[in-house]
């Protein structure tokens, strides 16, 4: 949410993936800020200095003095939300782009539809939640 909120796009990444698939989805994303836990944080790919990471868990106290004030950005239907990256046809992973109005359509339509909610969570990873304010 805080990604969002901040204006940027969230790139989700799997760490159970070759390295070189993930240093090709973070060089093509553009990538410059890496959110991640204390057990990923020492990842050869997050420490070359090319991002700034913020480690949520052992950053918290840091994280906990920052401003909780909401930016005050306009955040437009047309801008990315989040990419998620395919295997590609060229054996390349690729990006395709979510914009806000796609997944604000998305969040309401898991709102209308609870059983498609259960068979969602279940496909994006049984460690990951998400609250919806139906």
Same mark, same amino acid.
């Given at each position: 949410?805080?990604?969002?909120?901040?204006?940027a796009? @969230?790139?989700?990444?799997?760490?159970? @993936?070759?390295?070189?698939?993930?240093?090709?989805?973070l060089?093509?994303?553009?990538?410059? !800020?890496?959110?991640?836990?204390?057990?990923?944080?020492? $990842?050869?790919? @997050?420490?070359?200095?090319r @991002?700034?990471?913020v480690?949520?868990?052992?950053?918290?106290? *840091?994280?906990?003095?920052s401003?909780?004030? $909401?930016?005050?950005l306009?955040?437009?239907a047309?801008?990315r939300?989040? *990419? %998620? /990256?395919?295997?590609?046809?060229?054996?390349?992973?690729?990006? *395709?782009? *979510?914009?806000?109005?796609?997944?604000?359509n998305?969040?309401? $339509?898991? &709102?209308?539809?609870?059983?498609?909610?259960?068979?969602? !969570? /279940?496909?994006?990873?049984?460690?990951?939640?998400? %609250?919806?304010? &139906?």
């Amino acid at each position: 949410m805080a990604v969002m909120k901040a204006g940027a796009a @969230f790139l989700p990444l799997d760490l159970t @993936f070759p390295d070189e698939r993930i240093a090709h989805i973070l060089h093509d994303a553009k990538a410059s !800020v890496v959110l991640c836990d204390a057990s990923s944080a020492e $990842s050869a790919l @997050f420490n070359h200095g090319r @991002f700034k990471r913020v480690c949520m868990d052992s950053d918290a106290e *840091v994280i906990a003095k920052s401003s909780t004030r $909401s930016p005050s950005l306009l955040i437009q239907a047309q801008q990315r939300a989040y *990419v %998620i /990256y395919t295997s590609g046809s060229t054996g390349l992973p690729k990006g *395709v782009e *979510v914009n806000h109005g796609a997944f604000a359509n998305l969040l309401a $339509s898991m &709102c209308r539809e609870p059983g498609w909610w259960q068979m969602t !969570v /279940y496909w994006l990873s049984p460690r990951w939640r998400l %609250i919806l304010p &139906c």
